[in-house]
């Protein structure tokens, strides 16, 4: 899913009916730490949660975090939407949702945050994009937050994702298309699923909600 130019070829590509939105995400019990990152996201649809894997995904699960808790992607507006694949998110130009660069934009470059898992600093790029972090195998299933990139390593950075079936194909350790998108959280529950479902089902054109989708915004809490 191209976070530059949103022009990914598959994005039509249908997928078969999949089975009942998974139980929720569990670390290992060695890695699992005490703290659990929930995401409420408040739009102008209704309001629905995510869960961040900060255990097993450190690095991109913090980007988001610290893009949230400073405002970034309050006032954004979801610019792609396809049935039966996915809605996408985070951009920064898409505040204006008629504008053509919705779809290009993400964080100010050479900009840093705190990676949650370890406390060391990561630095993103003059481009604002953020290391790959092509480490743990999880698919991107139904309800799934994955990182939009541009294709090119290391090019994801504010744009993510959310899967309403299982586009396994994206997977960064699946060869069978060249698509590498880390999945960093998954939706809580069935309710959210559904509305992420709705928003995906939306009249559109060129992908395109016309009706924009506002997300008013994020809050990240503590469990």
Aim: proline share 9%; glycine share 8%.
């Amino acid at each position: 899913v191209s976070a530059a130019s949103d022009a990914f070829r598959l994005s039509s590509r249908a997928a078969p009916p999949d089975p009942p939105l998974s139980p929720p995400h569990q670390s290992p019990a060695t890695q699992k730490s005490t703290m659990v990152y929930i995401a409420q996201c408040q739009t102008t649809l209704g309001t629905f949660e995510l869960e961040l894997f900060v255990d097993e995904m450190p690095i991109t699960a913090s980007n988001f975090i610290d893009l949230a808790n400073n405002g970034f992607y309050d006032g954004l507006t979801f610019h792609r939407v396809i049935p039966n694949f996915m809605a996408q998110f985070g951009c920064p130009y898409s505040k204006d949702p008629t504008s053509r660069r919705a779809g290009t934009g993400g964080p100010d470059g050479n900009t840093s945050y705190t990676n949650l898992g370890d406390g060391s600093t990561v630095n993103r790029d003059r481009g604002g994009n953020i290391p790959d972090e092509l480490t743990a195998e999880i698919s991107n299933e139904p309800g799934t937050v994955s990182m939009a990139n541009t294709g090119q390593p290391n090019s994801g950075g504010s744009q993510f994702f959310i899967n309403v079936v299982h586009n396994s194909f994206l997977d960064w350790f699946d060869d069978s298309t060249p698509s590498k998108h880390p999945v960093f959280g998954k939706v809580r529950s069935e309710a959210d699923l559904k509305l992420i479902q709705d928003i995906v089902s939306v009249p559109s054109r060129s992908d395109r909600p016309i009706t924009p989708v506002v997300m008013e915004k994020i809050t990240i809490v503590e469990e």
